[in-house]
């Protein structure tokens, strides 16, 4: 069976009317190499903590979706490469029809069981859809609250998915198939505080075993429906420091680390034990303003301080850790396209909106906080340091927080009054072709994440492209209508498309790594 086309997809969405659109995937895409058995566990050192709770809905933790990915199984998966950003390839699903604008039908493997014995249903997806979709889940995972969907299984391998009550399009679940993990329904009946928060019961090719301080341990699913894993298990480890993870992996006490520096890269290039790996990435990463407090609350003081920025001197300091983006999201994103109104540098423009503004020179403007992480992304602190002084230079007052990254994820979100600081940087990484993933959780007024933006303006037009009729048709209004307006209300601005950048050991092989840094490590051996 064909992977499906980004164009064949978009013709078949938008010949509705003539009959219905079925996704065309490859099941054993990820699943064609054979490997021998291994006797040692991958230890994998992450660059970011663990919340604790292990709830899928109730975080946006990168470090936890990496270790869901290894744990928990999915409807589809989407590589999301350059070339072909909407392939999808399914896994749970085995397909998923369009019988009319507002009902989605998906069929379900038969084989599949969770890690605590429980045959996977179409309960389970029914569950997982109304749970992820409830308002006070802090993931925001589907278009619509759960009281717009009708779910209904026929079977025990079958689920209809109706949105008429919501009044938007069915197809918008096909990209969100790929992101949310499928819970068992029984967990999910303990609510948000039951089993769910203390640990991962999936169907995937590792089982959740515990966690140990920094070290969450998994092991070989003998029963996973693609075969057992080739190696017995994962040792998941959070290690701030880029140099620790560095000369953990040289030492050979790590397998593989990420979110290494760009002169790391170019120390490990030249070691015939070490192997790198580059994808451009899903992952914008952006100076989000608080837009919920003042200066940032008036649009022209943000554009002022877009035009101060001159993103080609970020780049340079990121090196092959940073890729251009003029949008706000990753050329990997359905419906990306560079954006001839995104703000560029213009010390001539900064300067007269902000005496439009009523801060000539920056005078009048109160002492502002810039915070950035240190030890997870790249270079931040290095390029903050940019920012921060270009900001100076055009009158913005501005002081630098650098914080590690437990610090920083207790600051990073929007609240009551506006969040701490006025900017602060972060990116968004969401492992699905979904542009709803960054840009309604963060630009609509139902979520405003960071920016804590409402603006009616924005949020008609996000509305608009999200209830188009087709994929076709909601690729204009995103291209043409929202995303140009988002680069005019610049609520956040974004720097550049991340680059992931894995360095692990030469023997380590059959380890597939998607472009928002999950694994699939189901045939992964130490050769």
């Known amino acids: 069976m064909p992977t499906i086309s980004r164009r064949n997809f978009l013709t078949h969405a938008a010949s509705l009317g003539a009959g219905a659109a079925l996704l065309n995937v490859n ?88 890690h605590d014995g429980k045959p996977f249903k179409a309960e389970d997806v029914k569950a997982t859809f109304e749970y992820g979709s409830r308002k006070d889940r802090p993931a925001q995972w589907y278009p619509g609250p759960t009281e717009t969907l009708d779910i209904t299984t026929p079977d025990d391998h079958t689920v209809i998915v109706n949105t008429s009550k919501g009044g938007y399009p069915a197809h918008l679940f096909v990209f969100l198939a790929s992101y949310l993990p499928m819970m068992s329904a029984t967990d999910i009946a303990g609510g948000p505080s039951g089993p769910l928060t203390q640990r ?179 270079k931040t602190k290095e390029y903050g340091e940019v920012i921060t002084a270009m900001l100076q230079e055009q009158g913005f007052p501005v002081t630098l927080t650098v914080l590690e990254p437990a610090a920083w994820n207790e600051r990073l979100y929007d609240r009551p009054g506006g969040g701490p600081g006025h900017m602060i940087d972060c990116g968004w990484s969401t492992g699905s072709p979904e542009p709803d993933l960054v840009l309604r959780t963060h630009f609509h007024s139902s979520s405003k994440r960071i920016t804590g933006i409402e603006d009616p303006q924005i949020d008609a037009s996000l509305d608009k492209e999200r209830n188009a009729p087709n994929l076709e048709e909601r690729k204009k209004i995103l291209q043409g209508e929202t995303m140009p307006l988002l680069a005019e209300k610049v609520p956040a601005l974004s720097l550049f498309t991340s680059v992931m950048i894995h360095a692990m050991q030469k023997d380590l092989a059959g380890l597939f790594i998607y472009p928002d840094g999950t694994m699939d490590a189901s045939k992964t051996t130490f050769a």
């Open 200 to 378: 991962l019961n999936g169907t995937g090719p590792f089982r959740f075993v515990a966690q140990k301080g920094n070290d969450t341990l998994l092991e070989a699913n003998k029963d996973y429906f693609r075969g057992e894993p080739k190696i017995p298990g994962i040792n998941f480890t959070f290690v701030g420091d880029a140099t620790t993870r560095m000369l953990s992996l040289l030492n050979g006490q790590a397998s593989i680390v990420e979110r290494l520096e760009p002169e790391q890269v170019t120390t490990l290039e030249g070691n015939k034990a070490i192997a790198i790996n580059s994808v451009v990435s899903v992952e914008n990463k952006y100076l989000w303003f608080r837009c919920s407090k003042p200066p940032f609350n008036d649009p022209k003081v943000r554009m002022a301080a877009c035009h101060a920025i001159d993103l080609a001197m970020i780049r340079e300091v990121l090196g092959s850790a940073g890729h251009e983006s003029y949008n706000y999201v990753s050329p990997v994103k359905f419906g990306y396209t560079d954006l001839p109104n995104y703000p560029k540098y213009d010390p001539e423009a900064c300067q007269k909106l902000l005496a439009e503004a009523g801060f000539p020179k920056g005078k009048g403007l109160p002492d502002l906080e810039y915070i950035t992480s240190v030890g997870f992304y790249p």
């Open 27 to 114: 099941p054993d895409f990820f699943f064609s190499s054979a490997f021998a058995q291994s006797g040692k566990p991958m230890v994998f050192l992450s660059a970011e903590n663990i919340t604790g709770n292990w709830d899928p809905t109730s975080h946006t933790t990168l470090s936890q979706i990496n270790v869901q990915a290894f744990v928990m199984g999915f409807l589809t998966r989407t590589p999301m490469r350059l070339d072909n950003p909407e392939e999808t390839v399914y896994e749970l699903a085995t397909s998923i029809k369009l019988l009319d604008a507002n009902t989605l039908e998906i069929k379900l493997r038969d084989d599949v069981k969770f």
